[in-house]
């Protein structure tokens, strides 16, 4: 282990971190699936009103994230445990963290592989990659859904995000327009002092003009913004 071994670094990450792997962001498509708003997809009310849209719209995410294969981006994350302490907290619910190799990864927004009753938010099933239909049952006789959190419904994991940026030493912030809250709110729940940099092609929202930004995608970006991360750790240089 590096001198910078005690740093805890904590990494959110959003679609952007995902994209040169296949998985498509939301504003890339204007946020639109088959002309339908994603927010107007993923939520409790479209499940109640056709429920056969919205597990199509799973179904097909998924065999997409089954497709994708982690980026340099994600591999660059993974290895760079072997410096310091690393949590990840995503938004996106695809596992290419996980295969890249990450072990602290924590989706705030749930995980298209997995699913659960209508009744029941704890009881998870692994899908092993298999559709949901309407019909598909739990045990005790409750539908399927893709265990993924709706716009409008509540974030169970945001107390365990707050606790784990709260305790970042750095923070780097990838692949994010930073638009979908409480999620965005984790950047300014770091402890005052806590150095943030973005690793995004794009310009930031104005909001977040002033943090240091790597303009470039995830693949190149990240390793850029980890020599940085490494540098700070170990002499104390700012960004
Ligand atoms: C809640 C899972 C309350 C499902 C998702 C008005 C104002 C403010 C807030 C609200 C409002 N009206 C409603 C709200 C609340 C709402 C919200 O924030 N809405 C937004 C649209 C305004 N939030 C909620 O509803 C949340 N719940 O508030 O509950 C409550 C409390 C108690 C009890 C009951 C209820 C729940 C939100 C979770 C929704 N689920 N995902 C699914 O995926 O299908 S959100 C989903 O969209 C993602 O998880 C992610 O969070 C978000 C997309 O954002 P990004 O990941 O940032 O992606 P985006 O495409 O926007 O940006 C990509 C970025 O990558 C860009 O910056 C781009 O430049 C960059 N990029 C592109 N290429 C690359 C790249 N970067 C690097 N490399 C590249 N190659």
Not at 19 to 34: C, K, N, Q, V
Not at 76 to 92: G, P, R
């Amino acid at each position: 282990m590096s001198a910078a071994s005690h740093t805890h670094l904590v990494v959110l990450t959003g679609a952007g971190v995902s994209a040169e792997s296949g998985i498509p962001t939301f504003r890339a498509a204007d946020g639109l699936w088959e002309n339908h708003h994603v927010e107007d997809v993923a939520t409790p009310e479209a499940f109640l009103r056709n429920p056969d849209l919205v597990l199509r719209f799973y179904n097909e995410r998924r065999r997409g994230v089954m497709k994708a294969q982690p980026n340099a981006g994600h591999k660059a994350l993974a290895d760079f445990e072997s410096q310091m302490q690393v949590s990840v907290i995503t938004q996106n619910i695809d596992d290419l963290h996980e295969r890249a190799g990450s072990t602290s990864v924590l989706h705030l927004h749930g995980e298209i592989l997995k699913a659960r009753g209508v009744d029941d938010d704890e009881r998870l099933y692994d899908l092993d990659g298999a559709d949901i239909h309407l019909g598909d049952l739990t045990a005790q006789g409750y539908q399927l859904r893709p265990h993924v959190v709706w716009f409008g419904e509540a974030v169970p994991a945001m107390e365990e995000a707050a606790r784990i940026t709260s305790q970042a030493d750095i923070l780097l912030v990838i692949g994010t327009s930073l638009a979908v809250y409480p999620a965005a709110s984790l950047v300014s729940m770091r402890r005052d002092g806590t150095p943030v940099l973005l690793v995004d092609p794009n310009e930031p929202h104005a909001a977040y003009r002033n943090l240091s930004h790597i303009q470039h995608p995830a693949s190149t970006g990240v390793p850029i913004a980890l020599d940085r991360v490494l540098e700070f750790a170990m002499r104390g240089h700012k960004f």
